[in-house]
């Protein structure tokens, strides 16, 4: 996994979404051989969205285009403002060309999980994979609700919540008891079988994180750093999110061109964004 540092998460962003629009047009998508882009939700790629919204009004085409999103809360309605599905059609879907039916995501409200998530599965394979995948990472280093424990080989499922996530995400509740339990969520399985997997995780609050996906022992303890056995992966961060890695950080390009710093600014504790 190559790491990739930019002096603010908005140029991370702006890094990424130029390289899945280079991805689509070099692909050259067609409805009988479709572009599949796997999308996660959150503050990091918000950047991205936004970009590729304006991508689209500048010519770029979605329509050949096939997505599949990385999880969905258990038990929240699509409708729910706090649901991934509100998400990804608020900051990306309903503001491109994209085909209803070549969008997916989980049903957090499915009658049937197990055969929900296997379904999910098969339908990724019925697309020959994904050849994009795009990925944040937690403060814990959880990728989509892949949490401690999650191991190389996991596929789409349910899984419960760790507590330290359930405080993380409680931020966008207006109750923290409303936060759900357990969401769907694709595997460690699932995004390391894409083509290409490009991970973004940015400010102080997870240096940490970047710290753990780029330094430590490749394990479940820290689902992210599985990602390090991709052949084809980035880890797209930021001066904060770079912030913890001491000497290492020191050997890498800054992508504006502009000296790396003499000292990495020291990490500090603040409430993840």
Same mark, same amino acid.
């Given at each position: 996994m190559?790491? $990739?540092?930019?002096?603010? #998460? %908005? $140029?991370?962003?702006?890094?990424?979404? $130029?390289?899945?629009? %280079?991805r689509i047009v070099a692909f050259k998508p067609t409805e009988e051989r479709p572009f599949v882009l796997g999308l996660?939700?959150? #503050? #990091?790629? @918000?950047?991205?969205?936004?970009?590729?919204? @304006?991508?689209?009004?500048?010519?770029?085409?979605?329509?050949?285009?096939?997505?599949?999103n990385m999880d969905e809360y258990c038990g929240l309605a699509p409708t729910n403002d706090q649901s991934y599905h509100y998400f990804m059609y608020h900051h990306f /879907?309903?503001?491109? %060309?994209?085909? @209803?039916?070549?969008?997916?995501?989980l049903n957090g409200q499915s009658d049937n999980f197990e055969l929900e998530c296997a379904n999910y599965e098969a339908t990724i394979a019925s697309f020959g994979g994904i050849d994009l995948f795009l990925a944040g990472v937690g403060v814990e280093g959880h990728i989509a609700f892949n949490e401690k424990?999650?191991?190389?080989?996991?596929?789409?499922? $349910?899984? *419960?919540l760790d507590e330290s996530?359930?405080?993380?995400?409680?931020? /966008? *509740? @207006?109750?923290?008891?409303q936060v759900p339990r357990s969401a769907l969520s694709v595997g460690v399985s699932t995004v390391l079988a894409a083509k290409e997997v490009i991970i973004l995780a940015f400010g102080f609050a997870k240096a940490e994180a970047v710290k753990k996906t780029l330094l430590d022992e490749v394990s479940s303890d820290c689902p992210s750093t599985f990602a390090r056995e991709h052949t084809n992966s980035q880890l797209i961060i930021d001066t904060g999110s770079a912030s913890g890695l001491g000497a290492l950080a020191q050997s890498l390009h800054m992508h504006d061109g502009s000296p790396v710093f003499e000292e990495m600014p020291a990490v500090q504790k603040v409430e993840a964004k």
């Open positions: 190559i790491p $990739q540092l930019f002096p603010s #998460s %908005d $140029q991370g962003c702006a890094y990424v979404a $130029q390289l899945v629009i %280079d996660p939700t959150g #503050s #990091s790629p @918000e950047g991205v969205y936004r970009r590729l919204v @304006e991508a689209h009004k500048n010519g770029l085409s979605f329509r050949n285009v096939v997505t599949f /879907f309903s503001h491109v %060309d994209i085909p @209803e039916k070549n969008i997916h995501i424990g999650s191991t190389r080989d996991s596929r789409t499922r $349910q899984v *419960f996530t359930i405080r993380v995400n409680s931020r /966008f *509740f @207006e109750d923290p008891s």
